[in-house]
């Protein structure tokens, strides 16, 4: 029996909708041209014929990957460190469910503040019994031991859960105890949970007429109404609660079974909540003007126009994607169309997910980041002030590249050590049987030439990058606390990888900023550091790549051999110059500490 015939066209139906795009769109790197067609996509009754289905691990191998070079920007030290982690979708139970599709994620913590990034990973969950049953597995916390050894600590510090089905993780001092926390997303809910000194987490009771029944997936840290406590902005994705539909592909070699699109169930309405400065959280989403019905995957918070206010871009899977501005009242002034970043090009809703926020071209003005679904361009917007944000993506070499495949997380960071920000991005498919797409694919990465394009190296990047994979969350971050940023990846029910930045680092500069009136770790803060005749900018954002929080510290590397001075501006506008700041060493700044300009 046919439970709906009548699907979407291509473009309202997100990422589902693959099956026939590439032959028009993007298999030789050409533009698409025309309208996209429907997608022979079918969802069908539990008692239809018998259909052919195959996991991810029956649909492809990895390939062994290459021997290394001399020259890899990266070098595979997972191993090396005795991390073990695998985050687990559930897949094993044959639901094909949409819950099973969007990954899990990574967090830099410094839980215990010795100075070395400790990593948590999310767990994900399991699927059981029809009708569909889930249930969470742990998460899991390993402690940076330095010399790339690090310890599982999860059971001793209270950590070990599995009432939550897991997809993100988020980081700051919500309390200004000195000690940062973790905000934890998921299916059906998600946890707060206090850090104590760095001996043990414990968990926040948080509004619970807002956190339960939703579906939880990004979330971001910021102070939107600069009252020195962090706030939360946790998204939504969508309504869906358990139910076992059944979607095929109609493919020559048989009828395929896949997971349903996004479009076969309703957007949900996202959280912030307000931090009250005593431990409690009020949900202030309504007042605040956030819009219901969306499917949200990213969010990314920075002072985007400098006006002193934080601002919130929300990456939409099928849904025009949202940005919040932020202003001294409510609601925010949701911005997104006249900014320019809610639609494509060409007027349609993308499959959005991963997102991150940079001044990549050395203009001092913020630039955004999004990454689509496949056979949509990625999107790299330029801020161009007043608001206002124009696409470079095709004029910065961004949009052919990455066409073919299913992009999550994205992340600008040095990783070569010019002094220009670089670009990573994870892909993986949702779907196990994409015809002509793989659901293992390469992950991507983008040398920044000298602010006016981008060039794929993804070649140099090392093994990693010699065989596909099943690509969700990443985050970056100096591990090793050698000047170089390193790579820390999350794959569908595959071990996490641990990459170690190659570059040796000559001359940099690394800073730790400790907000007094602004919050403690001060989302939304810039910091210029002028080198010979260029102005280096670097901020502080609250989210941003995919379900996973990267590094907050900055850092810079320098062309100078001697020390230099830095101009920070926190959150509400407050500028300040640190002087004489010596090279290859971490300095706290701390606000209020500096001198006016």
């Known amino acids: 029996m046919i439970l709906n015939s009548n699907l979407p066209r291509l473009s309202d139906f997100g990422w589902l ?11 030789r790197g050409e533009p698409s041209t025309g309208s996209p067609q429907p997608a022979s996509t079918t969802q069908v ?20 990957p290459r021997a290394a070079h001399d020259d890899d920007w990266f070098e595979d030290v997972t191993q090396r460190s005795g991390v073990q982690w695998k985050y687990r979708t559930g897949c094993e139970a044959r639901y094909y469910t949409l819950l099973e599709t969007v990954g899990g994620g990574v967090a830099l913590i410094d839980y215990d503040v010795d100075g070395d990034l400790d990593l948590f990973f999310t767990g994900g969950g ?34 070990k859960s599995t009432e939550l089905y897991t997809h993100g993780a988020a980081v700051n001092d919500y309390d200004r105890d000195g000690y940062p926390d973790l905000f934890v997303t998921g299916y059906g809910s998600c946890r707060l949970l206090h850090n104590r000194a760095g001996l043990r987490f414990e968990e926040v009771i948080l509004p619970a007429s807002s956190m339960q029944k939703k579906w939880f997936t990004s979330a971001a840290w910021g102070d939107f109404d600069r009252d020195g406590f962090v706030d939360l ?16 592909q109609h493919q020559a070699e048989g009828n395929r079974r896949d997971a349903c699109a996004p479009t076969q169930y309703p957007g949900q309405q996202s959280v912030l909540l307000r931090n009250q400065g005593d431990g409690t959280f009020e949900d202030v989403s309504q007042a605040a003007g956030i819009l219901p019905a969306m499917r949200s995957l990213g969010i990314v918070t920075a002072d985007l126009d400098g006006d002193g206010w934080l601002d919130w871009f929300v990456a939409n899977d099928v849904n025009e994607n949202q940005l919040y501005w932020g202003r001294d009242e409510f609601p925010f002034d949701e911005g997104g169309v ?67 495949w299913v992009k999550f997380a994205s992340l600008f960071a040095d990783f070569d050590l010019d002094g220009w920000l670089d670009l990573f991005v994870a892909n993986g498919h949702v779907l196990y049987e994409a015809s002509e797409v793989p659901f293992l694919q390469p992950a991507q990465l983008f040398r920044n030439k000298d602010g006016v394009r981008f060039e794929e190296v993804s070649a140099q990047g090392g093994p990693y990058f010699d065989v596909p994979h099943g690509g969700r969350g990443a985050a970056i971050g100096d591990l ?66 995919y379900l996973s929080q990267s590094d907050p510290r900055i850092l810079f590397a320098l062309e ?18 640190f002087s004489n700041l010596s090279l290859r060493r971490t300095h706290q700044l701390a606000e209020g500490a500096g001198r006016r300009p």
């Open 45 to 64: 009754s539990a008692k239809s014929q018998p259909l052919l289905a195959r996991l991810p691990f029956e649909v492809s191998a990895p390939a062994a």
């Open 338 to 404: 006249l900014a320019g970043v809610a639609f494509s090009e060409t007027g349609e809703r993308d499959g959005s997910m991963g997102t991150d926020i940079a001044d990549v071209d050395g203009d001092g003005v913020l630039d955004l980041f999004i990454a689509n679904y496949a056979g949509q361009d990625n999107v790299l917007a330029r801020g161009i002030g007043n608001r206002g944000f124009i696409n470079i993506t095709k004029s910065y070499g961004l949009a052919a590249p990455s066409r073919r």
């Open 17 to 27: 909708s693959i099956v026939i795009v590439f032959g028009m769109a993007g298999c």
């Open 560 to 577: 100078a051999d001697h020390p230099v001075d830095v101009t920070v501006i926190w959150p509400g506008g407050e500028r300040e110059v």
């Open 233 to 248: 902005f946790a998204v939504c994705y969508a309504d869906w609660h358990g139910t076992e539909d059944i979607c095929v």
């Open 480 to 545: 090793d606390n050698d000047g170089a940023p390193d790579l820390v990846i999350v794959e569908q029910d595959a071990p996490v990888k641990i990459l170690r930045n190659r570059h040796p680092a000559k001359n940099w500069l690394r800073l730790t900023l400790v907000g007094r009136t602004s919050g403690r770790d001060p989302v939304g803060a810039r910091v210029h550091l002028q080198q010979e005749s260029r102005l280096m900018v670097r901020t502080i954002c609250g989210g941003g790549s």
């Open 126 to 159: 399991q699927m059981t019994t029809p009708p569909v049953t889930v249930r969470g597995v742990d998460c899991a916390l390993f402690r940076n031991d330095g010399d790339w050894s690090f310890t599982d600590v999860t059971e001793s510090l209270g950590l």
